[in-house]
């Protein structure tokens, strides 16, 4: 459960509406309704980043890319491979671009747009996929299954088993959904934000859907909690809203009278986008901070391989140099990390619902080395090219480094 600071403070940039946010450690991109706005210091100061002239209605920082960020506006997608220094256009030409997901496992971008859902392996090229009669505001993406994959729409939420080629209606026909949310910790609880009729949630992967409490107005955003299905913040037309019990009661934030657009996690923070009135920051209180550096947040794993040592928590893998006092992050952000393992200094290994990733410079880069959501990995101490991985689906070990992996039978000894 969370504990709240029923407060929030503002940050600019001031007028104007904002729409949307991604995060990339300490930078976060704001897409508003005059371009990108760019902050270098977690939201307290802001600076135009380009596309001023365009309604930016969703932006995608890469997580591994390089300073690649990609722009959704009124007229296609724009993206800049310098942190929003320079743009180019990269498709879907006069189409208002409400949504820019990203499907890690296999590498690909979708696009929800005012006629359909379109694809992308590189950000730069796009074809259309699917749903053209509808205008796709949100889109999700089962944690578990990737090829399982949700829309909100103009007319009800659709569900897809095909990584989107084709879509079947969920729920909620005739209602305008602007927001969909699958959960991370549950992949069967999906939230959905709708135009008028408040926030709806399905328990049954989308089988079926509920009206929750906060039952009336309009709710354009929502932002979950990782590791509780229960735990969920609103964003609606009279500020932000809250529920630790799966939307069966929901507690008024602040920000009366204010329209919520956009969402975020911020460290130990959220980070709300307004309409005209710039962005707010609201502080959270998970715990009492107690190492400089390091999230208040949830730490699965912690491994020491002096003099640094390295853990895995929610939202990243951190690093420290002066046995903990001090922590810095990695160049890896945005998953839940259960598992971090290192027997030589800088090679690190970190295992999330996205896969296991591997490290040789002591987290400045990382490469996905095995796909699936891996919950544990160890390296065998006396020969460090053995190392084993307990996934969803079963043991998988290797035998070369972690360049190559097998599915392990029992007769595989154990480190």
């Given at each position: 459960?969370?504990?709240?600071?029923?407060s929030?403070?503002s940050?600019?940039?001031e007028?104007?509406?904002?729409?949307d946010?991604?995060?990339?450690?300490?930078i976060?991109?704001a897409?508003t309704?005059?371009?990108?706005?760019k902050?270098?210091?977690?939201g307290?100061?802001?600076?135009?980043?380009g596309?001023k002239?365009?309604?930016?209605?969703?932006?995608?920082?890469?997580p591994?890319?390089?300073?690649?960020?990609?722009?959704g506006?009124?007229k296609?997608v724009?993206?800049s491979?310098?942190?929003?220094?320079?743009?180019?256009?990269?498709?879907?030409?006069?189409?208002?671009?409400?949504?820019?997901?990203?499907?890690?496992?296999?590498?690909?971008?979708y696009?929800?747009?005012?006629?359909?859902?379109?694809?992308?392996n590189?950000?730069?090229?796009?074809?259309?996929?699917s749903l053209?009669?509808?205008?796709?505001y949100?889109?999700?993406?089962?944690?578990?299954?990737?090829s399982?994959?949700y829309?909100?729409t103009?007319?009800?939420?659709?569900?897809s088993?095909?990584?989107?080629?084709?879509?079947s209606?969920?729920?909620?026909?005739?209602?305008?959904v602007?927001c969909?949310?699958?959960?991370?910790?549950d992949?069967s609880?999906?939230y959905?934000?709708?135009?008028?009729?408040?926030c709806?949630?399905?328990?049954?992967?989308?089988?079926t859907?509920d009206?929750t409490?906060?039952?009336?107005?309009?709710?354009?955003?929502?932002?979950?909690d990782?590791?509780?299905?229960?735990?969920?913040?609103?964003?609606?037309?009279?500020?932000?809203?809250?529920t630790?019990?799966?939307?069966?009661?929901?507690?008024h934030?602040?920000?009366?009278?204010?329209?919520?657009?956009?969402?975020?996690?911020?460290g130990?923070?959220?980070?709300?986008?307004?309409?005209?009135?710039g962005v707010?920051?609201?502080?959270?209180?998970?715990?009492?901070?107690?190492s400089?550096?390091?999230?208040?947040t949830?730490t699965?794993?912690?491994?020491?391989?002096?003099?640094?040592?390295?853990a895995?928590?929610?939202?990243?893998?951190y690093?420290?140099?002066?046995?903990?006092n001090?922590?810095?992050?990695?160049?890896?952000?945005?998953?839940m990390?259960?598992?971090?393992?290192?027997?030589v200094?800088?090679?690190?290994f970190?295992g999330?619902?996205?896969?296991?990733?591997?490290?040789?410079?002591g987290g400045g880069?990382?490469?996905?080395?095995?796909?699936?959501?891996?919950?544990?990995?160890k390296?065998?101490p006396h020969?460090?090219?053995?190392?084993?991985?307990g996934?969803?689906?079963?043991t998988?070990?290797?035998?070369?480094?972690g360049n190559?992996?097998?599915?392990?039978?029992?007769t595989v000894?154990?480190?």
């Open positions: 459960m969370l504990s709240l600071y029923y929030w403070s940050g600019g940039p007028g104007g509406i904002i729409y946010f991604s995060q990339k450690g300490d976060i991109y897409g309704s005059g371009g990108v706005y902050s270098i210091n977690k307290r100061s802001w600076i135009g980043s596309l002239f365009y309604n930016v209605f969703s932006v995608f920082a890469h591994f890319g390089v300073d690649t960020v990609l722009a506006t009124e296609g724009f993206i491979y310098d942190g929003g220094n320079s743009w180019d256009f990269a498709g879907i030409d006069n189409k208002n671009v409400y949504d820019i997901i990203f499907k890690l496992s296999a590498s690909v971008y696009a929800g747009t005012d006629s359909g859902v379109w694809k992308s590189t950000g730069n090229i796009w074809s259309y996929l053209g009669e509808r205008e796709v949100s889109i999700d993406i089962d944690p578990i299954f990737p399982w994959m829309a909100g103009d007319s009800g939420i659709f569900k088993t095909n990584s989107g080629n084709s879509w209606l969920s729920g909620l026909p005739g209602i305008k602007f969909i949310r699958v959960s991370r910790n992949p609880t999906i959905a934000g709708t135009e008028y009729h408040g709806y949630l399905s328990t049954d992967g989308g089988n859907w009206q409490s906060l039952d009336t107005g309009n709710v354009y955003i929502l932002l979950l990782s590791l509780d299905k229960d735990v969920a913040f609103a964003g609606t037309d009279s500020g932000v809203f809250f630790d019990d799966g939307g069966n009661t929901w507690i934030t602040g920000l009366s009278r204010k329209v919520i657009y956009g969402l975020e996690y911020l130990d923070s959220i980070i709300a986008g307004t309409k005209g009135v707010f920051i609201h502080d959270l209180l998970r715990w009492n901070r107690s400089a550096g390091l999230k208040p949830y699965f794993s912690i491994v020491a391989p002096f003099p640094q040592v390295y895995g928590i929610k939202g990243g893998v690093v420290s140099s002066d046995t903990a001090e922590w810095d992050t990695t160049s890896i952000y945005n998953y990390f259960y598992s971090v393992t290192s027997e200094r800088d090679t690190i970190a999330c619902e996205d896969g296991l990733f591997m490290s040789s410079d880069s990382w490469t996905r080395v095995l796909s699936g959501n891996v919950k544990s990995c390296i065998n020969n460090h090219s053995f190392i084993l991985a996934l969803s689906d079963g998988y070990h290797s035998t070369d480094g190559t992996w097998v599915k392990s039978q029992p000894p154990l480190i």
